[in-house]
Nanobody, 114 residues
Framework: QVQLVESGGGLVQAGGSLRLACVAS????????MGWWRQAAGKEREFVAA????????YYGDSVKGRFTISRDNAKNTLYLHMNNLIPEDTAVYYC???????WGQGTQVTVSS
């Protein structure tokens, strides 16, 4: 059974930083590309970042380029999202996802106050 468990969300002031983590189990983590998505209240789910399975090539949504960094530790089956220079528009529930599959985590809330 595939499980994705996110952590690290919280309340932070604008300009602050957070690091999200997603621990995966029940799959061969290093054989999948992984991604982060977010959904703000009343809005569609939005692509944030993705990372390839082996050479760790990152891809970013336009709204987070230069502020967020995606990384992974295949030895720990863990995906990370380092978020810097947070702005109120980053407020959302953040989800990790095994790209190309229906496997999603339960989400972690990030709230950025102005």
């Amino acid at each position: 059974q595939v499980q994705l468990v996110e952590s690290g969300g919280g309340l932070v002031q604008a300009g602050g930083s957070l690091r999200l983590a997603c621990v995966a189990s029940g799959l061969s983590f290093n054989t999948y590309a992984m991604g982060w998505w977010r959904q703000a209240a009343g809005k569609e789910r939005e692509f944030v970042a993705a990372i390839s399975r082996m050479n760790h090539t990152p891809y970013y949504g336009d709204s987070v380029k230069g502020r967020f960094t995606i990384s992974r530790d295949n030895a720990k089956n863990t995906l990370y999202l380092h978020m810097n220079n947070l702005i109120p528009e980053d407020t959302a529930v953040y989800y990790c996802n095994v790209l190309g599959t229906a496997y999603w985590g339960q989400g972690t809330q990030v709230t950025v106050s102005s």
